[in-house]
Structure formats: structure tokens, C-alpha cells
């Protein structure tokens, strides 16, 4: 079943229909999803969630936007947080010098700071990176050695997403691989083998074709997975059932072998471990 890596339930636009939304999600074909704190107050109700919904896991982390409401008082509550149940990987953290709201040093200060967390309690790191591709290619190389992750969004060349594939990193790919415009994620998820591609949606933002521009939900991702399908000449299922795979070994440390014993790896697809 389908495995969203990145999306923002606790977003005050779900706010009217959650619950009823969020029980659809099984009837839609999605099977897991991992909820995403950007906020210190997203963060808190990303575990409420994970909490409330067995098939929810949560991501925590402080977003660059919003590194200006970290200090030692606040990063030390992030750190209980990262060991609460379900708590499966520190994100969304990196460089947004699109909206640049705080300083470069502040982003950069904070960013490496949640990545030797990840590093100390051994999780997984969901990255944000927006117009800062080079800065955050060069943290990545000095302080996120030997971490596992998903750059999440990915925005940046087919070649950069290689270099990131060599350093043990997946790519995040969601709604924008489906835009007439996302060509250059086109060629990224050409480039980048199966085994190294999650789905996401970062819901409620970046509806897929034909949605694009209204509220996204997981339901849409069908639309990811059967683009990535068209692009890379294999199944729809093959890429869910990949994927999936791809998500469980990164964010709950599930064997390979486990997956497909337990048929949820999908049957007689040549899988990838
Ligand atoms: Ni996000």
C-alpha cells in the first residue's frame, strides 16, 4: 500500500474534515503515513496524531523558517520528543533562502545542531532544502555522514539527486513530478534507481496533476506513483509496493525479507532489498 513519507495533517486547512479524511485513507490505498512537524507546536500535534491513528507515525524537527523559536530550553524538549513512541525520524529540518526568515548562520547553526540529534539517537533526517541547494549539499557532506534520510522535495539536478543516492540518501518525490513545469524532476526520477525513491505528499500543499492547486491529501499520491510508473517503464504496483519497502527499512528499520513474507511488499514483483 502506498506510503506518504511527508505530510502535514496537523495543518489547520484539515481542520473542518480530519478524522473523516484520515479513515478514508485505507479504502484510498494508503497504508502508512509519517506526519511531519515543522513547528515546535506542529511537532507536539504531529505526535497527538501518531498517537490517535495506528497507520500515523510523526517526524520531528524545527523547520529553518522557524529555527528563531529554538534555544537550548526548547531543543532539549524537541530531544524528549524524538524518543516518544512513533516518533520515527528528526524533520523537517535544512535551508529555506526562499523565504529567508531567519539568517543564514541561525538556519545553518540549528540545522547541523538536529542533525547531530539524529545522529545521537540514531534516526533517520527528512530534509528541507528551498533555493539553498548548494549550502545544504555542503552540511549534508561534513555533518550528515553515515545518517539515512529523505530530501524531501526534491527541487535540485538529476545530478546533485546521484551525489545525495551516493551519499546513502533517498529522494522525496511528490505532486511536482506530475506538472507540465517539473520537468527537471522528471529527469531526476530517471536518473535516481527505484530503490531510492520515496513518496510524499507534503499535503496540504502541492496537489499532483489534475488536482494541482487545491488542498492535497495522501489519496492523491496515486498520481506520483503512476507518473514515476510511466517515467521509469515499470508497474504502478511495482513502484508502490518499491517504495513502501523503501520507506519501512528507512523509517521503522523493517527488514526487506519481513516485507514480503508478510505479503505487504505486493506478490510476484521482482523487489529490490
Ligand atoms: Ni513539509
Known amino acids: 500500500m502506498i506510503f506518504d513519507t511527508h505530510a502535514h495533517y496537523d495543518d489547520k486547512q484539515f481542520d473542518s474534515d480530519r478524522d473523516a479524511l484520515l479513515n478514508s485513507m485505507e479504502a484510498l490505498g494508503v497504508g502508512t503515513i509519517v506526519n511531519v512537524g515543522a513547528s515546535l507546536e506542529g511537532c507536539r500535534k504531529a505526535i497527538e496524531l501518531a498517537a490517535e491513528y495506528p497507520f500515523i507515525y510523526a517526524a520531528v524537527g524545527v523547520h ?14 524537541l530531544k524528549t520528543w524524538c524518543q516518544e513512541d512513533k516518533v520515527v525520524a528528526v524533520g523537517e529540518i535544512g535551508l529555506d533562502y526562499y523565504w529567508d526568515t531567519q539568517s543564514h548562520d541561525m538556519q545553518k547553526k540549528w540545522f547541523i545542531r538536529q542533525l547531530e540529534l539524529a545522529r545521537e539517537l540514531e534516526l533517520p533526517v527528512n530534509i528541507h532544502s528551498r533555493d539553498a541547494s548548494e549550502d545544504t549539499f555542503q552540511i549534508m557532506k561534513e555533518h550528515g555522514n553515515g545518517l539515512e534520510g529523505i530530501i524531501h522535495c526534491f527541487s535540485g539536478s538529476k545530478e546533485l539527486a546521484v551525489e545525495y543516492v551516493k551519499l546513502g540518501f533517498h529522494i522525496g518525490v511528490g505532486g511536482v513530478v506530475t506538472f507540465k513545469n517539473g520537468k527537471k524532476l522528471k529527469q531526476v526520477v530517471e536518473a535516481v534507481p527505484l530503490e531510492k525513491i520515496v513518496l510524499e505528499t507534503d499535503c496540504p500543499y502541492l496537489a499532483p496533476e489534475p488536482y494541482r492547486g487545491k488542498r492535497n491529501h495522501s489519496g492523491y499520491i496515486k498520481y506520483v506513483a503512476e507518473e514515476i510508473a510511466r517515467i521509469k517503464q515499470v508497474t ?8 513502501e519497502i523503501n520507506a519501512r527499512k528507512l523509517y521503522m528499520k523493517t527488514a526487506a525479507e519481513e516485507l514480503i513474507n ?10 529490490v532489498k
Open 64 to 77: 529553518p523558517d522557524d529555527v528563531g523559536d529554538l534555544n537550548e530550553d526548547t531543543f532539549a524538549k
Open 236 to 243: 504502478y504496483e511495482e513502484v508502490v509496493a518499491q517504495t
Open 262 to 271: 508478510n505479503g505487504k511488499g505486493g506478490n510476484s514483483i521482482e523487489i
